[in-house]
């Protein structure tokens, strides 16, 4: 619960410092529509990076997760974008196949599949690791990301990360054909 007031008091004061002026729908992604070459993983590495992310932000009864707030599809949706730098695709690739090699060293198993508490005992290995500490927290801002932003680029369904912090949009919001890389 404190990881929670965590998140809801940061996540709120970013709004209040970067954004101008009951839970969303129990959304399971179909991961056999994500486009391999676009994103450089594949549908068994992006049921992982779900799992991490539902880890790292679970729902509960008053706030939304991970899962709720289109986290996934949302970081699928900005890897797949032709502008965004090789190397933060690659960062993100690799931390996925470090989560899928640690999980089957040290559990035989793949992590979608290990208990709370060893997917927790897990990413804490992977934190002590090179760079492990800052993939967790790139993760991290993408939840975020999808958590706050507009829903009309994929995260955030129906406002809930807004409703969630008590927020509202700035004026006027795009609409669907003025998304900025249409622009």
């Known amino acids: 619960m404190r990881r929670r007031q965590f998140l809801g008091w940061s996540m709120s004061a970013a709004l ?8 969303a729908r129990n959304w399971v992604p179909d991961f056999s529509a994500i486009r391999l070459k676009a994103t450089g993983m594949d549908a068994a590495q992006w049921q992982v990076m779900a799992a991490v992310q539902a880890h790292l932000f679970p729902s509960e ?9 289109n986290a996934a599809p949302y970081l699928q949706w900005v890897l797949s974008d032709p502008s965004l730098e090789k190397a933060t695709r690659d960062f993100i690739r690799k931390g996925v196949v470090s989560v899928m090699s640690l999980s ?5 198993s793949s992590f979608p599949s290990l208990a709370i508490e060893q997917k927790e005992q897990l990413l804490r290995k992977l934190e002590a690791q090179p760079h492990g500490r800052d993939w967790l927290r790139e993760v991290l801002s993408y939840i975020l990301e999808a958590t706050l932003t507009d829903p009309v680029y ?11 912090l008590a ?9 669907a054909d003025k998304r900025y890389f249409l622009l």
């Open 154 to 164: 994929g995260g955030n369904p129906d406002g809930i990360g807004w409703k969630w």
């Open 61 to 69: 009864a008053r706030a939304p997760g991970a899962a709720d707030v």
């Open 104 to 108: 089957r060293t040290e559990y035989g």
């Open 167 to 175: 927020h509202r949009p700035g004026y006027k919001r795009p609409p």
């Open 16 to 23: 209040a410092g970067s954004l101008s002026p009951v839970h």
